[in-house]
């Protein structure tokens, strides 16, 4: 017969072997830490398509997809655990560049350019940049090591000691108005704008770092927020047109790397809808705002802002618009359903 001691070991046993399975089950979410857990959620949404659920090669559903070079393992500690926690960072948070020889931009040695990589620099804030670098870090064993919280403390003290010295300058300038205010009174003079000149100059200096600041600090918790696409002026010369859209293939195959998600013919990914035919379907304004601030038009959209200037966006519009592969052959579609 079980005492109530027993009864209560074996719950507990029973407790805990099933608290096991769900902690395995569930790959260890319960001791993610918050930044841990919320990165998994992004790169979810923004990378587990080409990168895998767990990182490796050829496990996202793109990876097979995509043009070289293909996207690394993220399981790998060996080679992984070689890289910063910045250099991480610096990846998924730079300016695109154009990887052509001879024309394209001047790139370092050890500066990281790989147009099938996009920039996540204007689509999320730093916290979640760093989100997702704690996150990978965990797919090949490791830990962040940055500290973000100490980035944070630092942007909030930068932007209080900018705010002091702005209203230092403030004060020091209005101080000074009100001296020459005075000055000219006794003179029975007009006031000279050229006596306060240093502290108006120097209060223009303090509020620019002070925008800055403010910029910096809202740009870490804050997703990046710009303003309505204004509509292009997309009238141009038949030569003009030929010229932009060459340049505009350039752009899209070695700078913003669209093919590594959009296919066209047989190559490309499959992440986004293939274009063969977009310039058939897709209004050039529309194509324009889209590539410029994708998240204006659908919040939730996984296609990154890729800080297109507007030259580049209106040169990969003309270059879209020329494809225009031929419709499918109707007659045989017919045929083939008949067979079916």
């Known amino acids: 017969m079980r005492t109530t001691g027993d009864v209560r070991r074996v719950w507990l046993a029973g407790a805990l072997v099933g608290l096991s399975a769900l902690v395995v089950g569930a790959g260890c979410a319960l001791f993610q830490s918050e930044r841990v857990s919320k990165g998994q959620k992004l790169y979810a949404h923004y990378c587990m398509h080409c990168h895998g659920e767990h990182g490796r090669q050829n496990e996202g559903y793109n990876w097979s997809s995509m043009p070289d070079p293909r996207p690394k393992d993220l399981s790998a500690k ?7 926690d910045e250099e991480l960072f ?3 948070s730079r300016e695109m560049k154009d990887t052509t020889p001879e024309v394209g931009d001047k790139i370092g040695d050890d500066e990281f350019a790989v147009p099938t990589m996009p920039t996540f620099k204007y689509t999320l804030s730093e916290e979640e940049l760093w989100a997702i670098v704690a996150y990978v870090r965990t797919l090949h064993g490791t830990k962040l090591q940055y500290d973000v919280d100490g ?5 909030q003290d930068q932007l209080q000691a900018a705010q002091q010295q702005y209203d230092r300058a403030k004060q020091v300038l209005e101080t000074a108005e009100k001296k020459a205010e005075e000055e000219a009174k006794k003179k029975r003079a007009e006031v000279d704008d050229s006596a306060t000149s240093k502290e108006q100059e120097a209060l223009a200096v303090a509020a620019k770092e002070l925008e800055k600041a403010k910029a910096a600090e809202a740009n870490f918790s804050a997703r990046p927020k710009f303003a309505a696409v204004a509509r292009p002026d997309l009238t141009m010369k038949p030569g003009q047109a030929v010229k932009l859209s ?3 293939r350039r752009l899209y195959m070695n700078k913003y790397g669209c093919h590594a998600c959009h296919r066209v013919g047989e190559t490309g990914g499959v992440v ?3 274009l063969d035919r977009a310039g058939f379907r ?3 304004t ?7 601030y994708p998240q204006s038009m659908k919040p939730d959209t996984r ?3 890729l800080g297109l200037t507007d030259s580049d966006a209106k040169a990969i519009v003309m270059y879209v618009g020329t494809l225009r592969a031929p419709g499918p052959d109707k007659s045989e579609a017919k045929a083939q359903a008949k067979v079916e």
């Open 151 to 155: 980035r944070k403390k630092g942007l």
């Open 246 to 248: 060459d340049d505009g």
């Open 272 to 274: 986004g809808p293939a």
């Open 78 to 84: 060996e080679e992984m655990s070689t890289f910063k």
């Open 90 to 92: 610096a990846t998924v």
């Open 303 to 305: 296609m990154p802002n």
């Open 286 to 292: 529309w194509v324009y705002r889209w590539i410029k």
């Open 282 to 284: 897709l209004n050039s």
